[in-house]
Every structure is written in structure tokens, then in C-alpha cells.
């Protein structure tokens, strides 16, 4: 795959750095994230086409607070600030950024933007009024020498900024985000019109790369990897074994948390699409055990992980240890299991340690550098099915982090018993499709009801559902009653240890769409 054309988006501890790359890539320009921290002469190397600036939480004029060298605006690259990014480009650049404690200016949220088309290439042919979505405390007051006021709010007098002979550009909103209205433009207007990108990053040639790489680098010896049945490492798989066939074997192993009949769907499914070798460990009463009387959600994703640790590496001690080890690795794992100078935000299990005592050559990656989107488009591209292309995120962990506090055997048989009549009804009234995941949490929380002129004392289940285009943020699907009513109906009668239903109606921010 032509990878020429790279922007960099630099991350200042922004929540929507991801957002911004997949809004680049969107428009067919590669795009890598880096820390803050990365050192100038590093980003000269890369050679970038334009460089964008992450939003963050920080202020400017605070010495403690990320910056970077001015240096970098003297390269004659391109560079787009945003939110955060524009008041470092101010403040670095000479201009004023103070808070809005000083001046009540403040804003959060949609926010009717007054925009100079005329003067800013990044706003030409749209609207001269729109909506933009903003989240700021802190304003610039008075932008550098040889920029221009390109865009006003009622509150804020530089909610754009722009210096065109330096290629220079700041915006005090989020054009990445889909509720600023003509966002994708703006972005669209910078790479091509400001950076002069031809949009070379093409998802049709990245199978035939990187299957041709992957067979001159085994060439004749094995590969091993992890099977979740997860789309990554079900798009992993189908990849390394298009390129090198027997010669790759997956280890599927069942630790009892998955959905329910999940584990012999994953068997079934592979060893009918794929060639290659499949074995299936089933262990879940080891893995129970390792959780018996743990509630903390972060020590059940460790002790699950190394659980799979353990079991996975055991059974290739027993037959393997030699050629090659694959990961379905993608590339928000890379972030967000802090790998440089990313922040951890939360454990990955598809990204695990080789032990000192087993030596592979290499470990394979193939979708290392790809999005969840772009994985999706190469597994069609592969011709595995629809139904697990587009299979809804599973945590890692499994139901593991859906059975809210200690995890036991009982508990997820309520919960996948609870999970399948959800499952079976959103696919019967075909609302399924309409959501971007749903699924049934177990709270671990016993409440009094009455069934059979009998009062009860039993478990609640609450169902968890969500529409969004990008998971950075989410909205709570607005199901219809009638159909929560049959759901309702059904898990109560035919799950007998759950008396109550709640659905959860929080929206991603301030929740996340998992509840651990």
C-alpha cells in the first residue's frame, strides 16, 4: 500500500486523537498519531504532508502543561490546531490565550459559528453560519502577528485563526467530530487544498502487500496465533493463511466467557473457512477458579489475560515454539494499551508477551497500523462472511466485564441466557441492524419481585444499547417499548433466576459503552 502521503496527528491529550486520524484516512491519507513527545527531528524524517494538533485538557500558559518546540511551525509544513491546538499555535506564536474566568467566555457543546469564507481556505464554498461543537474554558484573546480572525462565536472572538503564507491554521472547535456541521469538509479542505495531498491511501492493494510480505517473510517455516473469533483476529487469520495456508495454526481458547454456543461457533466457522490448523482449548474451570472472590474490574481484565497467558503458551510449549507468532493487533490497541507515551486507558488481550523461554523469529501484525473500519473493509474484501465481518465489539475479557463483580459459573449462564433471548429478539423484529451494539450486563444486584402469588428475591438484568458512527462517542438507542417489552417478558420467564429488566440510557460521554 502507498504510504507516500502521511499526515501526523500530534496528541496533546486530546479524547478524540483517534477520531481525527480515521477522519484523515477517511479521506484516503495515511495518517500516524504520536505523542506530544516525540522529538522534532523525528517528525523531519517522517516528512510529513501536515501536521494536525490534538485538542487536551490543559492550558496553555501553565509551564507544566504539554507544548512543543516553535520550531516546528518554521518547517514549512502545514499545520492545523485544534481546540487545544490552536491556543498552543497562538500562544507559541506570540498571541494571547487567557481563561475565561477573567472574561465569562466559555463553551461546551453545539455553537452557532460565524464564519469568513472568503478569508480561510478551509471554510470556502459552505455556509457563512453553521453549527460547530465546542469545549473550552480557556480563549484566545489575540491571535499572533500574520494571522487573521477567520471565525466568531457570540462568546468567543477567535474561534478560527488563520495565517495562509505560512500554511498555518487553528480552529477553537472540533470539525472531527459530527456534530459540527461541515467538519469533514474543513478537514477534506486542509489535506487537499492546504497540504496538497493526492489521497494515495487505498485499501484495495493492502491485501496483495501485505499477503505477498507475509509469505517472503515465513517462506517455509510456521506461523501461530491467537484465535479470539474476534473480527481482528478472524481478519488476521484469514490474511496469514491466504499467504502461507497449513503452515499457519490458531489456538482458539474457550475460557467459558463468551456468549452463548459462541465457542462452537468460532470452531465451526474456521475450520470451514479456513486452511489452516485449528485446535480449541476448553478451560473454564480454570479460569474460574483464578476469579473466585475477585470484584475489582481491572484485576479480573489482568487475571483473565494471564490466565490466556498461561494456557496459551503451555499448549504451544507442548507443540510448538519455533517459526512465527501472529497477533491480531490493531492500531487503537497500540494506543490504548500505552504503548511510547500513550496513556493506558485500559489492558488489551490481544496484545501479549512472548515468554523468555520460547523463541520465535518475529511476531507477525499484519493489521497493526489499521482502524476497526478498515479491518472491516479487508475482511469483505477477503469474502469472510457478513455475520463476522460485522459482528459487534467483545471485550477481551468477555463476559467476564459483563458479569459486574465476582464471576461464576452460575452468574454467566444467567447472563448468556439473559444475552441470547436479547440477541434472539433484536434479529426477530429486525432492529438489530439499527444499532451499533447491544448486549445484557449482570449487575450482580438482587431486588424483590413478585411471581406466582410468590414474593422473589432475585437477579437484575439490565440491557445495554448504543448507536454511534465511531465509538468515541455514543448515543443510547432509542429502542421501542414494545420490543424492551417483549425482551422484558422473556428473560423473566425464561431465565429463572432474574426477576427485574432495566435499560440503561446513558450516552457515551459522560458513560462508556461498557459498564466495566
Known amino acids: 500500500m502507498n504510504r507516500k502521503e502521511t499526515v501526523i496527528v500530534l496528541d496533546f491529550g486530546g479524547q478524540y486523537n483517534q477520531l481525527i486520524a480515521r477522519r484523515v484516512r477517511?479521506?484516503?491519507v495515511y495518517c500516524e498519531i504520536l505523542p506530544y513527545t516525540t522529538d522534532i527531528e523525528t517528525i523531519k524524517q517522517l516528512a510529513p504532508k501536515g501536521i494536525i494538533f490534538t485538542g487536551g485538557p490543559n492550558s496553555v500558559y501553565d509551564e507544566s502543561s504539554p507544548h512543543y518546540t516553535p520550531e516546528v511551525f518554521e518547517l514549512g509544513i502545514p499545520i492545523l490546531g485544534i481546540c487545544y491546538g490552536c491556543q498552543l499555535m497562538a500562544h507559541a506564536l506570540g498571541g494571547k490565550v487567557i481563561s475565561a474566568a477573567d472574561d465569562s467566555v466559555s463553551e461546551y457543546g453545539k455553537t452557532e459559528t460565524n464564519y469568513d469564507v472568503q478569508n480561510n481556505v478551509l471554510f470556502h464554498d459552505l455556509p457563512q453560519n453553521?453549527?460547530?461543537?465546542?469545549?473550552?474554558?480557556?480563549y484566545i484573546s489575540q491571535v499572533p502577528s500574520g494571522f487573521t480572525v477567520t471565525a466568531t462565536t457570540k462568546n468567543c472572538p477567535v474561534a478560527a485563526m488563520a495565517n495562509p503564507d505560512k500554511k498555518l491554521y487553528g480552529v477553537q472547535f472540533h470539525p472531527e467530530v459530527n456534530h459540527t456541521e461541515h467538519g469533514s469538509d474543513m478537514l477534506r479542505s486542509f489535506l487537499y487544498n492546504v497540504c496538497g495531498c493526492k489521497g494515495e491511501w487505498k485499501m484495495d492493494s493492502f491485501i496483495d502487500d501485505t499477503v505477498a510480505q507475509i509469505r517472503a517473510?515465513?517462506?517455509d517455516k510456521g506461523v501461530v496465533l491467537g484465535l479470539s473469533g474476534g473480527v481482528d483476529?478472524?481478519?488476521?487469520a484469514a490474511l496469514i493463511s491466504k499467504a502461507v495456508g497449513k503452515q499457519l495454526t490458531c489456538v482458539f481458547v474457550d475460557q467459558g466467557l463468551m456468549r452463548k454456543d459462541e465457542g462452537d461457533f468460532v470452531e465451526q466457522t474456521f475450520t470451514k473457512l479456513f486452511d489452516m490448523n485449528f485446535i480449541r482449548i476448553n478451560c473454564q474451570d480454570e479460569f474460574l477458579s483464578k476469579l473466585k472472590g475477585v470484584s475489582d474490574p481491572e484485576e479480573k481484565r489482568t487475571i483473565i489475560g494471564t490466565e490466556f497467558y498461561n494456557v496459551f503458551w503451555n499448549k504451544i510449549r507442548?507443540?510448538?515454539?519455533?517459526?512465527?507468532?501472529?497477533q491480531g493487533t490493531i492500531y487503537p490497541d497500540r494506543i490504548e494499551s500505552g504503548k511510547g507515551d500513550a496513556a493506558k486507558i485500559k489492558t488489551h488481550h490481544n496484545q501479549v508477551g512472548v515468554p523468555q523461554d520460547i523463541h520465535f523469529e518475529d511476531i507477525i501484525e499484519p493489521l497493526k497500523d489499521l482502524f476497526?473500519?478498515?479491518?472491516?473493509?479487508v475482511g469483505e474484501k477477503l469474502g469472510i462472511p457478513h455475520e463476522l465481518v460485522w459482528r459487534q465489539p467483545f471485550p477481551g475479557p468477555g463476559l467476564g466485564v459483563r458479569v459486574i463483580g465476582e464471576v461464576t459459573a452460575e452468574r454467566v449462564k444467567i447472563l448468556q441466557d439473559a444475552d441470547a433471548i436479547l440477541r434472539d429478539e433484536m434479529d426477530k423484529c429486525g432492529y438489530a441492524d439499527k444499532m451499533s451494539q447491544f448486549f445484557a450486563v449482570l449487575p450482580g444486584v438482587r431486588t424483590v419481585g413478585v411471581m406466582g402469588d410468590a414474593r422473589t428475591y432475585s437477579e437484575l438484568v439490565a440491557i445495554r444499547a448504543v448507536t454511534t458512527d465511531d465509538f468515541m462517542t455514543a448515543d443510547w438507542a432509542k429502542i421501542p417499548y414494545d420490543i424492551l417489552g417483549n425482551v422484558s417478558n422473556r428473560i423473566i420467564n425464561e431465565v429463572p433466576q432474574v426477576n427485574r429488566v432495566v435499560y440503561d440510557i446513558t450516552s457515551k460521554p459522560p458513560g462508556t459503552v461498557e459498564w466495566e
Open 217 to 219: 517473510q515465513v517462506g
Open 372 to 377: 476497526k473500519d478498515e479491518v472491516r473493509a
Open 318 to 326: 507442548e507443540s510448538y515454539g519455533s517459526g512465527f507468532f501472529a
Open 130 to 138: 453553521g453549527i460547530s461543537w465546542m469545549s473550552h474554558r480557556d
Open 26 to 28: 477517511d479521506n484516503n
Open 233 to 236: 483476529s478472524s481478519v488476521a
